[in-house]
């Protein structure tokens, strides 16, 4: 009997192996239908308007909002009795994966679905709820979402915006700036975060039309410029007192929890973004002739589309894997929440990856475009500047990377996780089996686990301030889950003669990064010998990583599309 | 009013063709499968009708049982019910105008739409068909329907100009591409088209058979072009027409 995947950090762990991963051969007819639903409006309504959506043309991008609104793609977070239509995580990110073929207009939408109206899906009280969820449902009105300032960043809890209880104790008097806020130029329901007392953080719905609350003007940003970008300046504004969200001084519980959504919907979002870039150029490549042939025709150029195709594969094999795994979880236990927070080892990683492959995607299409992907006549240009912010916001990837073994330890610490067990079991003398993709699954899984255990050990609670091995430990746990899900997507596949090009390249090239990663990480920490104690663990996969490389590419080329996941046939 | 429309599973438009090695078809394998746009036109106007009138809609679809994905585009828009004819292979204009008159007679409605052409093979035959076996009034190509009481009035694009014809329900409409723009399915309709009815017949419990009357021998690819060719002056190009293309 198999059971679904429900808990973190699964790729730890060989003896899950009989749990069912989530993995996109098995999303429903109907998530499929509301796929193409979503896809074909953003063909229609947000891809020909790319250019006045960049304007910043006045009223057009709530406009676009609310139109999605008008086909209730706002709404899936939403529960049915609060206007919306309460899907499950996966549909919900898979609708995401489908709007993410314009920066300006996908990050507008992630605001207002996401961190704009989660909070109050999360936290608000039912009185809160009926208030505000159906018009956000609609797009009648449009949400925002308040936490950073100038002096607190990555450090949100450092904000000094202030609350102040009002003398006839009915209001809060919020004073205070905020900075960077995604939808202020047009939002009407704002989450804003400010000290009571200057001490207790605590979470606020402010509206706009609250006296006191003004609108700076729009940021001239490198990249998403059709987004709005605003500073929201609160004067002594008057917020009622049933406009607390949460508990008073627990403001932190929403921004934390509501950040391991957008983490993970970043990554999904990426999935769409890479397959979107990789639309835009594989016409160019097939159509622009030079020496005689079409570019596609030249090894180095097939090279970098197989290699972010591999790549892709792995993103989107762990991305609906964590979906999956948070509906099996809330499916179980009926806490929404919690789900997402068990599961956000796996929002960090696909934050971090996600963010990192769509830019590398953005610069290698340029590349391919050559000097026209330089001009701005051309769609290239602008996505590179848009892609980039993705590795800034949602938690830099600095910030992420700190998280992943972090979080991990915090967790095997207090005893919920058996890792302690799993690190003096693992050794690399273990048995390599002779596939490449099994093989290299075992590899990285036990230099995880090795190198993780000796890390914890080694520095002890001082580990929080290795960075540099934080890091390290975070893109070998990156390798060791995307390994895993991939062999798994692909054991799992009716059809494996379609996964394995793929399975096998990421294979081969996530081995190669990783012997990198991992192999100077074990001499930075236990030198030679410990670098000697993990050779077969640190040795590349005996096979061509050009012949994979190209059997990747003439699949595409044959087949003219990446030809698994969302939006192809089942 | 009580409307019967059509929807014809089709081949999606962005793909390109390739016709099976040995000649007998399309190559439909992994190849992502649509409502005929047409027919995605008439049950917009199906939709509307009822919007304004009151009654049903009910979807009538003939194909294998993927075709469902189709009905269930439809109930996605809003219709209320559908009906499959599940059949093997192809089925041609005339047979799919007699399973369509079987259906019709089973459900009364006062009003069939169709699509006045299927994007695969182009017949533009069924609705006339039709209409011809059921010996009622069909307006064809519609740009604009107006009903007012048991009056239809249809116009259409004709060369030169519009015209307009009526009749009196029940008849057959079968619409245009100016006729309106097919709504988007909203994500909560397509929820909801999960739990609506498709009932299924077979073509024998219709008591109608469905060999068909034409039969396909061969399809071809067109021929490849070939090549053009750079010619060094205007007197080879000259001679190269005249001598091997001979266009002049």
């Known amino acids: 009997m198999t059971t679904r995947e429900s808990r973190c950090v699964g790729y730890l762990f060989s003896d899950r192996s009989h749990e069912t991963i989530m993995t996109p051969e098995m999303f429903t007819a109907e998530q499929r239908a509301l796929f193409g639903a979503v896809a074909a409006f953003t063909e229609k309504e947000v891809v020909p308007r790319r250019k006045e959506i960049e304007a910043k043309t006045p009223g057009l991008m709530a406009a676009l909002l609310k139109k999605a609104g008008g086909i209730g793609a706002l709404g899936l977070d939403i529960a049915d009795e609060h206007g919306g239509s309460g899907t499950d995580k996966t549909t919900s990110m898979l609708m995401a994966e489908s709007i993410s073929r314009e920066g300006g207009f996908a990050v507008s939408f992630g605001a207002h679905t996401g961190i704009g109206t989660l909070p109050i899906v999360f936290f608000g009280t039912d009185e809160q709820k009926q208030r505000y969820l159906p018009a956000l449902a609609t797009g009648e009105k449009l949400a925002a979402y308040a936490l950073t300032e100038a002096g607190s960043g990555s450090d949100a809890l450092a904000a000094r915006a202030t609350a102040t209880l009002s003398a006839d104790g009915k209001h809060w008097i919020l004073n205070g700036q905020k900075q960077w806020i995604t939808n202020a130029g047009f939002a009407d329901v704002f989450i804003v975060f400010a000290k009571i007392d200057g001490t207790q953080f605590t979470g606020f719905i402010v509206e706009r039309g609250m006296p006191g609350v ?26 009622p007192v049933q406009n607390v969200l949460g508990e008073p001084g627990r403001g932190h519980r929403i921004a934390f929890n509501v950040l391991n959504v957008g983490r993970l919907k970043l990554g999904v979002f990426a999935v769409g973004g890479v397959k979107s870039i990789l639309r835009e150029t594989l016409p160019y490549a097939r159509e622009r002739r030079q020496f005689g042939k079409a570019l596609i025709e ?12 591999a790549d892709l594969y792995a993103l989107e094999s762990m991305g609906y894997r964590a979906t999956g795994a948070i509906d099996a979880y809330t499916a179980e236990t009926g806490k929404g929440m919690e789900a997402l927070e068990e599961l956000n080892i796996e929002s960090s990683i696909l934050k971090v990856f996600g963010s990192e492959l769509l830019g590398r995607a953005a610069d290698e299409a340029l590349q391919i475009l050559g000097g026209y992907g330089y001009m701005e006549d051309y769609p290239l240009a602008k996505v590179y500047r848009d892609v980039r912010i993705n590795r800034i916001f949602e938690g830099t990837n600095e910030i992420n990377r700190m998280l992943v073994p972090g979080v991990l330890l915090k967790r095997a610490m207090k005893g919920q996780l058996p890792l302690m067990d799993a690190f003096q079991a693992a050794s690399a003398s273990v048995s390599l089996p002779e596939d490449v993709v099994d093989r290299a699954t075992v590899q990285a899984r036990t ?14 609670q001082g580990l929080e301030e290795e960075q540099e091995a934080l890091a390290a430990l975070a893109d070998i746990h990156q390798a060791a889950f995307g390994l895993d899900s991939v062999r798994r997507r692909l054991v799992q596949a009716d059809n494996q003669a379609l996964h394995l090009p793929l399975a096998r390249a990421y294979a081969i090239q996530e081995m190669d990064r990783l012997i990198a990663r991992a192999g100077r990480f074990a001499l930075d920490l236990g030198g030679a010998e410990l670098h000697a104690e993990l050779a077969p663990l640190l040795a590349p996969l005996p096979v061509s990583r050009t012949a994979a490389l190209r059997e990747v590419a003439t699949r595409y080329v044959e087949r003219g599309q990446y030809w698994l996941g969302a939006g192809t046939v089942a | 009013m009580k409307i019967l429309v059509t929807v014809k599973r089709v081949m999606d438009y962005n793909v390109k063709p390739k ?56 109930l996605a828009m809003g219709a209320d019910r559908g009906i499959l004819v599940l059949a093997d292979g192809s089925v041609d204009p005339d047979a799919a105008a007699r399973l369509i008159k ?16 299927a994007i695969d093979d182009d017949s533009s035959q069924a609705g006339q068909l039709l209409a011809e076996y059921l010996g009622l009034p069909q307006a064809t190509f519609a740009s604009k329907v107006d009903v007012a009481g048991k009056t239809v009035t249809v116009t259409r694009e ?12 029940p008849g057959v409409v079968t619409a245009d591409l100016r006729l309106n723009t097919p709504r988007y399915a909203s994500l909560p309709g397509i929820m909801k088209a999960k739990k609506k009815e498709v009932k299924e017949f077979t073509p024998a419990a219709l ?35 005249r001598n091997e293309a001979k266009a002049l």
């Open chain 2, 102 to 117: 079987a259906v019709y007679e089973q459900e009364k409605p006062d009003l069939v739409v169709l699509g006045k052409q």
């Open chain 2, 19 to 74: 016709v099976k090695p040995d000649g007998s078809g399309v190559v439909t394998d992994g190849v992502n499968m649509i409502v005929n746009p047409f027919d995605e036109i008439a049950v917009e106007e199906s939709l509307k009708l009822k919007e304004k009138n009151g009654g049903e809609v009910v979807v009538l679809s003939i194909g294998t049982k993927d075709t469902t994905t189709q009905i269930r585009a439809a």
């Open chain 1, 447 to 460: 230099l995880a686990l090795i190198l993780t255990g000796r890390a914890a050990m080694q520095f002890m």
């Open chain 2, 207 to 241: 008591g109608v058979d469905i060999a068909p009357k034409v039969k396909v021998l061969k399809l071809e690819e067109p021929k490849a072009r070939q090549a053009g060719q750079k010619v060094p002056d205007v007197a080879t190009l000259v001679g190269k027409l």
């Open chain 1, 298 to 309: 030249f090894p180095l150029i097939r090279e970098k589309f197989a290699t972010l195709l």
């Open chain 1, 214 to 239: 003004s609108i700076g003007p729009e940021e001239h940003k490198l990249g998403i410029r059709g987004s709005s970008t605003c500073t929201l300046i609160l004067e002594n504004v008057p917020v």
């Open chain 2, 158 to 169: 004709v060369d030169g100009g519009l015209e307009t014809i009526s009749f009196d329900m």
